[in-house]
């Protein structure tokens, strides 16, 4: 598939790590560094832009280095990139640690994954078919 992509960053176009790899990484663009201090939250620029094909998003997933080793997640993950959005990817980091934390330049914040979508159509109805699971949620089948 190709995207077209406008890079205002000072960094390379996003690629993936290895062939079999679903995300690439996007990396800060940013004019000085960033602390997030404990529970603080921010919107990070990656100077990056994008014009998806119809039926495509673009998802925006926290990298599981960060997340494990520092608490650095994204606040509504994952986010999504519509196929009519033109702006740039800004990326919400959120400090879940206690921890100060520092984001420079170029480092690498995040995942972007591309995936298929459906626009669905809603039929209203009375009532549903029903399954096994029926209203059942939330913990409902318990363990075992």
């Known amino acids: 598939m190709k995207i077209e992509i406008i890079n205002k960053s000072r960094h390379a176009l996003p690629q993936y790590s290895t062939p079999l790899s679903a995300g690439m990484d996007l990396r800060a663009n940013i004019n000085e560094p960033i602390t997030l201090k404990p529970l603080e939250r921010r919107l990070i620029p990656t100077g990056l832009y994008i014009a998806l094909p119809e039926g495509f998003e673009a998802q925006i997933r926290p990298r599981s280095g960060l997340a494990f080793k520092n608490g650095i997640t994204i606040l509504n993950t994952p986010g999504t990139i519509d196929a ?53 949620g939330f913990g409902h089948t318990g363990k075992k």
Do not use: K, P, W
């Not at 995942?111 to 459906?118: N, T």
């Open 84 to 136: 009519d959005y033109r702006g740039e990817i800004g990326v919400i980091l959120v400090n879940l640690s206690a921890d100060e934390f520092t984001i420079n330049d170029g480092d690498r914040i995040c995942q972007m994954v591309i995936a298929r979508h459906e626009t669905a159509e809603f039929i209203e109805v009375e009532t549903l078919s029903s399954t096994e699971r029926g209203e059942g």
